[in-house]
């Protein structure tokens, strides 16, 4: 028999080499498993036996095609994510997890063991448990989309799939920012003076629009001038697929018009890079909840500041849920003293004048039956 155990660098690989020889011909092959090795070997003997040429270092003849991570991310790239705004970020994440667990793991090999090792070694690279789940997604989207194109044949859902250990994202506080943080961004974005000065002011106006709007990143950096409307911005593309309609002051309105017509538009990366370079600047290094997002959760912090109505800003800020927007809600500990203090001056003043409140008069009684369907019919 010409099987070998496979080694690299003198360690197991895991794999099967096929190695024969027959005068100056030599033929050579490595498989994932033994089975495909036997196959393989058993096809080029019996070729050389017949006169036949071998076939070629790839599939044995019956064996069926084996596909890894690696070659079919390249077989998704056009299909999977296509037009997406994240398709690019999408990719990237996915080959990272390419890398993490081997460019040549068999689609069929990747099992719960394997997503558990996975989510440790991007828990081991200090990445967040939110963005844990967010790589953990995309591979359970590519595996699935796999699976529908046979690439994958084991199911990747259902009780024989695969459990992803999906991490529960502890609740955060909810960082803005002060006024002088908001100061001191400004004064260290505008007060560049090299050849990248440009960048960084076009950091400070996306800046200057994601506080006063709300707007999450993404929703600012592929915004189109179609999107706009008089002084109003329609998202259309929203991470709750709801869209929105946004308002606009006049200075915000031409800092976005601005961007998009000149081009000058950061991308991720350079937003990130300026905002990491300010909070180092600023002092806020270990912070780690001084992110750009923490621009929305301005916006919406201020607008409970302001007592715009609860109900106005879950609109705005495009929440699905109300429990979201009453996360802002219970940021100011103060409210909850300015709420006991008018409960008092109102009592005071019904006091004072019992006919304007309800407490000093009787209960309404309940209405009778003939009543009753009087005020269903009403209703």
Known sequence: MAIY?????????????????????????????????????????????????PPAPGMAPGAPEVHTIGSTIELARGILWD?????ELCYQRL??????????????????????SL???????????????????????FLKFCKERKYRTLPVDGEEGIT?????????????????????????????????AGAAKHVWDVIQIALE?????????????????????TLWETKTEAHRTIPLSPHVRNLLVNLIKSGNMPSRRSLRTWWEKARVHMGLANDPDFVFHACRHTCASRMVDADVNI?????????????????????????LEDA?????????????????SALYRAPHQLPTDGEMDEFDEAA
Not at 7 to 34: A, P, S
Not at 213 to 233: H, M, P, V
Not at 340 to 356: C, F, T
Request: glycine share 6%; net charge positive.
């Open 119 to 141: 989510a440790k070694k991007l828990k081991a690279s200090g990445r967040s448990t939110g963005t844990i789940n967010r790589y953990l997604s995309h591979l359970h989207v």
């Open 311 to 335: 109900f106005v800003i879950q609109e705005w800020m495009g929440h699905k849920v109300i429990e979201t927007t009453r996360r802002y809600a219970h940021v100011k500990p103060q409210k």
């Open 164 to 196: 992803f250990a999906w991490k529960k994202a502890k609740k955060g506080r909810i960082r803005w920012l002060t006024l002088d943080e908001e100061n001191a961004l400004r004064d260290f974005l505008l007060s560049r003076e090299h050849e990248k």
């Open 83 to 87: 037009g997406a705004d994240t398709e």
């Open 340 to 356: 006991l203090r008018k409960v008092g001056d109102h009592l005071k003043l019904v006091a004072e004048n019992p006919s304007i």
């Open 5 to 53: 155990a496979d080694k690299k660098n003198g360690k197991l690989t895991g794999r099967f080499r096929v190695e024969l020889q027959r005068g100056k011909e030599r033929y050579r092959k490595r498989w994932d498993t033994h089975a495909e090795a036997e196959a393989d070997e058993k096809a080029v003997l019996a070729s050389w036996a017949s006169g036949e040429a």
């Open 213 to 233: 709007t709300g707007c999450r990143r993404d929703e600012i950096l592929t915004a189109k001038l179609d999107q706009l409307n008089g002084r109003s911005l």
């Open 95 to 116: 080959e990272i997890v390419a890398e993490m667990i081997g460019r040549n793991t068999r689609l069929d090999a990747i099992d719960t063991q394997m997503i558990d």
